[in-house]
């Protein structure tokens, strides 16, 4: 006992004398380095492992950059010394390259003259390639690289030339939408258990749908004259249909083809199981079924004829439609209506199909 108590006196003696030559700053430097280092795994309770985060290391890459390397050893830290001076050295070739770091790193931007001169020929000529764009520009006297042409149209979102000319089925859709009508047959069952087959189309710029009739037995020569039902009234409203979109339905005969060749009007048949190339008259049959034949007891084929009538004017002239901006096929959206006494006129309901459609209308 009394050997431990002498040892233990002679090493604080000699401690107090290694902490003479030592100035205030080391000494507080050696008191906060074992705090810090105790912060550390005291916030981490739980944890497997001791992460230190950025703000971490760099408080002692800073502390104890001062100090040599066999005061480190004494620290007792909980990395080794190696991995101290590596922290500092990061710390100091980081604030070195955020000092030395340019302001605008790389070639100056293109000016935007330049910029403009670029999109507006790559828009206007769909097939013009960068190395055509770049020449057009170097007989304008502009001098620029064609790299940076090509690095203008992929910042500006353009598709290179051979992805620019190929058209896609929506780009079909939208370009002859003035004379795009569609078709398609859609089923119902009255309540006697007979199969009625509806067949109907749409136009895709005004959405005015036109049913042409409903059969029990769409045979080639009901549909056939269906067609030139169709292609009479197209003609009657000045409406010049290049393109009619249809599905792969059996009930299409070679004759509906050759009744529509005949007006000048070509049949675009939809893929295989793909009724997004048929959206419109199929979310036309979505709606014409929630809205009629599922709320209504269809009795027979009169029935269903009257109903579908019915349905088509409230479709027409009244039903506003979400895809042309909530206008109507054959009535244009009256002016807005300012006075709040008039707005409480218009609780007038018009009633059709019994009830089943609704249209509310001004007060007399």
Known sequence: MLLRLAYSGRANAFAMLRLLPMSDRDKDTEILAPRHQLSVPARQLGKEKVRFSPSDRAFPAALLYRLPRDVLRRLRLLVRPDTVLRWHRDLVARRHADQSKPKRPGRPRTVRSVRALVLRPARENPTWGCRRLHGELLVLGVQVAASTVWGILREAGIDPAPERTSSTWADFLRSPADALPACDFFETVTLTGARLYVFAVIEHASRRIRILGATAHPTASWVAQATKNLVMDLEDVNCRARFL?????????????????????????????????????????QTCRRELPD???IWDQRHLLHALREFERFYNVHRPHQGIAN????????????????IARLEVRRDRLGGLLHEYEHAA
């Open 245 to 285: 979109i249809r599905d792969r339905d059996g009930k299409f005969p070679a004759l509906f083809d050759a009744v529509l060749a005949d007006a000048g009007i070509e049949a675009v048949l939809g893929g295989v199981r793909m009724p997004r190339m048929n959206a419109v008259m199929e979310r036309w049959v």
């Open 295 to 297: 709320r209504a007891l």
């Open 327 to 342: 206008a109507r096929p054959l009535n244009p959206l009256p002016p807005p209506i300012a006075d709040p006494d008039q």
